[in-house]
């Protein structure tokens, strides 16, 4: 009998230079009451792989206040399973304020068992890992 498993990642972003004060690094600002998972907790409840969890140098924008900063997070499938995704920020730069400089929007990006990378939008129906 097949085991059937959900993973729900509440994926971070960050936050623009504030007043006088840098964004905020890699902050959900959707859901409340939700947790980082540990990658520990993410690889012995589910049939996943963490492969990098990381905040990516000089990645901010430039300007008296930087913007935040948003993780990168790198997961691989260690079973046969599928995936959607509902996200955003991958159409447009965060703008720059008062001469600061525009941010870099999301990516999200899938890498197939044969190391071919395809750039996917922000929104993803269901989809199996090698179809």
Not at 93 to 99: A, N, T
């Amino acid at each position: 009998m097949k085991k059937y498993w959900v993973y729900m990642d509440i994926m971070a972003g960050s936050s623009g230079g504030r007043y006088e004060k840098d964004g905020i690094d890699s902050i959900d600002v959707l859901y409340a009451n939700t947790r980082n998972n540990p990658i520990e907790d993410i690889e012995s409840h589910h049939p996943l792989n963490v492969i990098r969890y990381e905040l990516p140098d000089n990645s901010a924008a430039a300007g008296k206040y930087r913007g935040g900063v948003g993780p990168v997070r790198e997961i691989a499938f260690t079973d046969e399973d599928g995936f959607s995704v509902e996200g955003e920020g991958q159409k447009y730069s965060p703008w720059g304020f008062d001469g600061g400089k525009d941010g870099t929007p999301s990516k999200l990006i899938f890498c197939d068992d044969e190391g071919h990378e395809t750039a996917l939008p922000s929104k993803v129906p269901y989809k199996k890992k090698n179809a």
